[in-house]
């Protein structure tokens, strides 16, 4: 199975923070990857797929890059809405597999 | 808007059976493959499985395989998850996750609420 593994783990940021989040895949995925948005008590919700595309309704605060194994997700002005934990997931191949998870806390 | 709504779960010993269903509205279900996707208390996402849109493809995690069954129902837009010889480890909230396209060959783009199954003696 492909290992995903995001970093960093948790880490606190401030409202207007530029933040980034890091995933790598133990091997070369192309640009197969998608990531979710989860809150306490919430289902998943689809933020990025294909690596950089925005998925509908997603404000423009949120992008990702990357491709082959090593991925990014970026929120350039963090607001208060957007403290949550974040999976990347390859859809590469079976079995899809996520990353850990990145928490993403207020300072 | 797509609505996806988990149902059948509960407390089960270990050893025994335990059937979830997920009731699909807003989309075309006969369309669209579906998964399962679970998560153990405080801990991260786990894919469990898929179904191709008219049930011919099927796969499974290594850790439910030959003892959990995914099936759908286009007639109903419902789709099951038939878990027999259950674990402790199969504790965890079940999501139904629609993906993007009829084959399982991509991204989930709409999630249900999630269903708890705690196993426990």
């Keep these: 199975a492909i290992r995903m593994t995001q970093s960093p783990s948790s880490f606190s940021a401030s409202t207007g923070d530029r933040v980034t989040i890091s995933c790598r895949a133990s091997q070369d995925i192309n640009t197969y990857l998608a990531w979710y948005q989860q809150k306490p008590g919430k289902a998943p919700k689809l933020l990025i797929y294909a690596a950089s595309t925005l998925q509908s309704g997603v404000p423009s605060r949120f992008s990702g890059s990357g491709s082959g194994t090593d991925f990014t997700l970026t929120i350039s002005s963090l607001q208060s809405e957007d403290f949550a934990t974040y999976y990347c997931q390859q859809y590469y191949t079976y079995p899809r597999t996520f990353g850990q998870g990145t928490k993403v806390e207020i300072k | 808007q797509v609505d996806l709504v988990e149902s059948g779960g509960g407390v089960v010993q ?108």
């Design chain 2, 14 to 121: 270990p050893g025994r059976s335990l059937r979830l269903s997920c009731a699909a509205s807003g989309f075309t279900f006969s369309g669209f493959a579906v998964h399962w996707v679970r998560q153990a208390p405080g801990r991260g996402l786990e894919w469990v499985a898929v179904i191709s849109y008219d049930g011919s493809f099927k796969k499974y995690a290594d850790s439910v395989k030959g003892r959990f069954i995914i099936s759908r129902d286009n007639s109903k837009n419902t789709l099951f998850l038939q878990m027999n010889n259950l674990r402790p480890e199969d504790t965890a909230l079940y999501y139904c996750a629609k993906d993007a396209s009829g084959f399982g060959e991509v991204y989930f783009d709409s999630w249900g609420p999630g269903t708890l199954v705690t196993v426990s003696s």
